[in-house]
T-cell receptor
């Protein structure tokens, strides 16, 4: 699987949009971009995934660049409960073995 | 509905003792996964169950680790003769996936984990 690079941490003001970047320059054509988050003392939680088109669900939006070498997860109106570690991974759909790196620690401040 | 539950939430044990960790998956989820998460190591896959069988045990770190699943539901991860390097958070996840024939397109839902500390 291709590796990803994320900033180690970022702060965000409550109510503002949080934009989380991820680089995956070696992504293969059959690999999807997935985002998960892990709130303290909880298990990881799926957020969103995409192949090449931008995606939106009730939690977030995913913007993938045309060359698919990077993506941005957007939390449109961050709340204090969005404080968590966010993981960006790339994987083929049939690969059930999830593997996370260090992720980005996002702190939402009032 | 109820999510994935795990017990105990915390376990402190002495080196050399055996421990059992329990996972109750979401009802109806036939696929069950065990992972380990430790500082500096990220998320590490251990084993995958489809029903009561384990087609992939490749992530179990040694023969001290074993797991079983009964009735297509509850799973138990057993660590024998625990070592300090076994200290970690052990996570269980389940999904609706039906295995290699059906593909893995459903999301995995994780439990809160069991924090194991070996002293």
């Amino acid at each position: 699987d291709a590796k990803t690079t994320q900033p180690p941490s970022m702060d965000c003001a409550e109510g503002r949009a949080a934009n989380l970047p991820c680089n995956h320059s070696t992504i293969s054509g059959n690999e999807y971009v997935y985002w998960y988050r892990q709130i303290h003392s909880q298990g990881p939680q799926y957020i969103i995934h995409g192949l090449k088109n931008n995606e939106t669900n009730e939690m977030a939006s995913l913007i993938i660049t045309e060359d698919r070498k990077s993506s941005t997860l957007i939390l449109p109106h961050a709340t204090l409960r969005d404080t968590a570690v966010y993981y960006c991974i790339v994987r083929v759909v049939n690969d059930y073995k999830l593997s996370f790196g260090a992720g980005t620690t996002v702190t939402v401040r009032a | 509905g109820a999510g994935v539950s795990q017990s105990p939430s915390n376990k402190v044990t002495e080196k050399g003792k055996d421990v059992e960790l329990r996972c109750d998956p979401i009802s109806g989820h036939t696929a069950l996964y065990w992972y380990r998460q430790s500082l500096g190591q990220g998320l590490e896959f251990l084993i995958y169950f489809q029903g009561n069988s384990a087609p992939d045990k490749s992530g179990l770190p040694s023969d001290r680790f074993s797991a079983e699943r009964t009735g297509g539901s509850v799973s138990t991860l057993t660590i024998q003769r625990t070592q300090q390097e076994d200290s970690a958070v052990y996570l269980c996840a389940s999904s609706l996936d039906r295995g290699l024939a059906g593909g893995f397109s459903y999301e995995q839902y994780f439990g809160p984990g069991t924090r194991l500390t070996v002293t």
